[in-house]
């Protein structure tokens, strides 16, 4: 039930972030909220870490194609990556609060 809500979340994120990427030029802050979003709904999800970068941040380079017109590959191929980094960020975080020994 927890992965499906982080997936459905992850992909209501990664549409929302898409629209603001073809409105606004801010791409710190759009790097800062790929970065957080993506961490923390991996934090929700470590098994479906890839499902929520995923879905995170493939619709960007998809709305770029689709209505911006961007040339292949778009430019927001990066923000795919900053989604998987973000990511694997949370899931790291996850495993390493799971593994780590009691002091």
């Known amino acids: 039930m927890r992965n499906a809500f982080a997936i459905v979340v992850s992909l209501a994120a990664g549409l929302f972030l898409a629209r603001y990427d073809l409105n606004t030029d801010d791409t710190g802050i759009e790097v800062g909220l790929l970065l957080i979003a993506s961490a923390i709904l991996a934090l929700l999800a470590p098994k479906r870490w ?19 017109h961007a040339p292949i590959p778009p430019a927001g191929v990066v923000a795919l990556g900053v989604a998987i980094v973000g990511a694997l960020i949370g899931f790291a975080i996850r495993y390493a609060s799971r593994t780590s020994p009691a002091v």
């Open 50 to 68: 890839w499902v929520v970068a995923l879905c995170v941040g493939l619709p960007i380079p998809i709305a770029e194609l689709v209505v911006g």
